[in-house]
């Protein structure tokens, strides 16, 4: 099993430029999310969605968009890059609404904005 | 929401337990608490995770308390590589199943 998978690994940009980050998994789970971490700080909740064609916003929504078309895919959408948005992301699944799921990252996408 | 408190750094001997602690005063009677832990550079890693009872598996031990505010992660037989970043979580309600991370405890296993 792949898990969960983000691409690309790394990525550089410039101020202003769009990019989509991908993120598929393949455990059939139906929530999904996008979190991001800043150098030293703990994971903050970009968006995160309950089932295909169903999203909401989480804490640090802003200068982002997502997506769900598909149970497998999320992926997440930054329309245009500023400074601010340089960090690491992470994307993660879990199995059904049940309190007691835990959630499967990927290994994350680095991406620096100059 | 559920708050918790943890040491910001430990040091642990190889070989030895590490328990790691963590403070959730605030925590309603239907919230579990989770441990997940990063390695460098790594996406965060499940570990385990419990209501009321002790738990183990084959990673760690859960130490709830009968009152339910605090809890110990135990890592029964410390190696190098469990040196990371462990995040002791409620989970919150309100936005389903969001995980709430706060700066963790940072763990060295030394030789």
């Known amino acids: 099993n792949a898990g969960v998978t983000q691409t690309p690994k790394f990525r550089i940009l410039k101020i202003g430029q769009s990019m989509t980050l991908q993120c598929t998994q393949d455990?059939?789970?139906?929530?999904m999310y996008w979190y991001r971490q800043d150098p030293g700080m703990g994971l903050k909740l970009i968006y995160y969605?309950?089932?295909?064609?169903?999203?909401d916003k989480g804490e640090v929504p802003n200068g982002y968009n997502v997506s769900r078309s598909t149970t497998e895919d999320f992926p997440l959408r930054l329309e245009l890059a500023a400074p601010s948005q340089t960090s690491v992301y992470f994307c993660?699944?879990?199995?059904?609404?049940?309190?007691?799921?835990?959630?499967?990252f990927g290994d994350g996408t680095r991406l620096s904005i100059l | 929401d559920a708050k918790t408190t943890q040491p910001p750094s430990m040091d642990c001997a190889e070989g030895r337990a590490a328990n790691l602690p963590c403070n959730h005063s605030t925590i309603s009677g239907n919230e579990y608490v989770y441990w997940y832990r990063q390695i460098h550079s790594q996406g965060p890693q499940y570990i385990i995770h419990g209501l009321k009872n002790n738990e183990t598996n084959e990673m760690a031990s859960l130490i709830i308390t009968e009152d339910r505010k605090s809890s110990t992660l135990i890592l029964p037989h410390a190696t190098l590589r469990d040196t990371a970043v462990y995040y002791c979580i409620v989970r919150v309600a309100k936005y389903g199943n969001k995980l709430v991370f706060g700066a963790g405890t940072i763990l060295r296993v030394k030789s």
């Open positions: 455990m059939n789970h139906n929530y």
């Open positions: 993660a699944s879990s199995y059904l609404s049940g309190s007691n799921q835990p959630q499967h």
């Open positions: 969605s309950v089932g295909a064609g169903i999203t």
